[in-house]
């Protein structure tokens, strides 16, 4: 098994992501494998500073472009051929690496998994998660937080899907719960979306709907799955940081809240794309990165992009 870990992405490339490859090579199993795709020699340089050189877990593919932030993402991938983030999705799409993840430019890596990889056939939009944490202790995944801002309730209806197949095969939640996020419980609350997606997922029988969940459930465990557009998934989702971030500089230490640290769940994987695609945050320091290519092992280990693919055809 092997995953590819973009070396150039990030505000903290590339050594961020050279010691968190270090640090995730000390815990993935002995056939695992991590390539590094970035520039060679200094990707070469790092490993022989901290004396790991040697490290049979570590490959290293050159790629010495770089797409950066201020790339615009449709034009990134074919005027930098080179770079990380091109070459690590030649490597998956060919089948080389069963992973490909990256803190890097958010919308180059949405924009490669579509056109290099493409669409599942039958997915409309391919999203991206959150992992919420509960008060109880378990995760709920948040779909989409920000890649499909303006939605149509088939899209929405979509999404409880893609995310039922995410807790299931990835978070071994046999029958994930799916709520719709709204602004009331009641069947008839919301706007022209939230009513007519309700009705797609009452109706339905490919997924568990548990109704509707006000934006004070967010963290009550009370759903595995939430669902809404990217436009309200980002508000939460930045809102949920902003606590965090204000938790932390009243010099306030809890265990539950210590949870909502980003480091914790490292990146998430794009669904409904035909490859194992994982996003990470451009601030990711070396402990987020470690576990965002740990999480990359397991969703490449679940098969998650051939079982999405199989429910949808």
């Known amino acids: 098994m092997k995953v590819g870990i973009d070396v150039s992405g990030g505000d ?10 270090i640090m995730a090579s000390k815990e993935i199993a002995e056939n695992g494998v991590i390539v590094l795709i970035g520039d060679q020699d200094t990707i070469t340089q790092e490993l022989s500073m901290r004396g790991e050189q040697a490290n049979k877990k570590l490959e290293i593919v050159h790629a ?8 615009h993402p449709t034009r990134a991938i074919p005027q930098k051929p080179k770079s990380s983030i091109a070459v690590g999705f030649s490597l998956l799409s060919n089948g080389q690496i069963q992973a490909f993840a990256s803190t890097g430019n958010t919308g180059a890596m949405l924009v490669g998994s579509m056109y ?7 997915v409309i939009r391919p999203c991206i998660t959150s992992t919420l944490p509960a008060i109880d ?5 948040l779909l989409d937080v920000g890649s499909n801002a303006d939605c149509k309730a088939d899209v929405l209806y979509q999404f409880a899907v893609l995310g039922s197949l995410y807790a299931k095969h990835v978070h071994g939640i046999e029958t994930p719960r799916v709520a ?28 568990n709907f548990t109704g509707n969940i006000e934006g004070r459930d967010l963290f009550t465990g009370k759903a595995d799955v939430i669902v809404c557009d990217g436009f309200t998934g980002n508000v ?15 010099g306030i230490r809890d265990d539950y809240f210590d949870r ?38 397991e969703v490449a280990n679940s098969g998650l992009a051939m079982k999405v693919n199989e429910a949808f055809n």
């Open 236 to 250: 939460a989702l930045k809102e949920a940081e902003g606590i965090y971030t204000l938790i932390r500089k009243r």
């Open 64 to 71: 010495p472009d770089v797409i950066t932030f201020h790339d």
């Open 180 to 207: 719709l996020l709204n602004i009331g419980e009641e069947e008839s609350k919301g706007n022209l979306l939230t009513i007519a997606t309700y009705k797609l997922m009452a109706d339905s029988d490919e997924i």
């Open 137 to 141: 202790g378990s995760k709920t995944i």
């Open 116 to 122: 290099k990889l493409n669409t599942i056939p039958g």
């Open 12 to 21: 903290f490339a590339p050594l961020v992501n050279i010691e968190g490859a």
């Open 260 to 297: 909502f640290n980003y480091e914790n769940y490292g990146g998430t994987p794009i669904l409904g794309v035909k490859g194992n695609v994982i996003i990470g945050h451009g601030i990711s320091n070396n402990v987020a990165v470690k576990n965002m290519i740990l999480h990359s092992f």
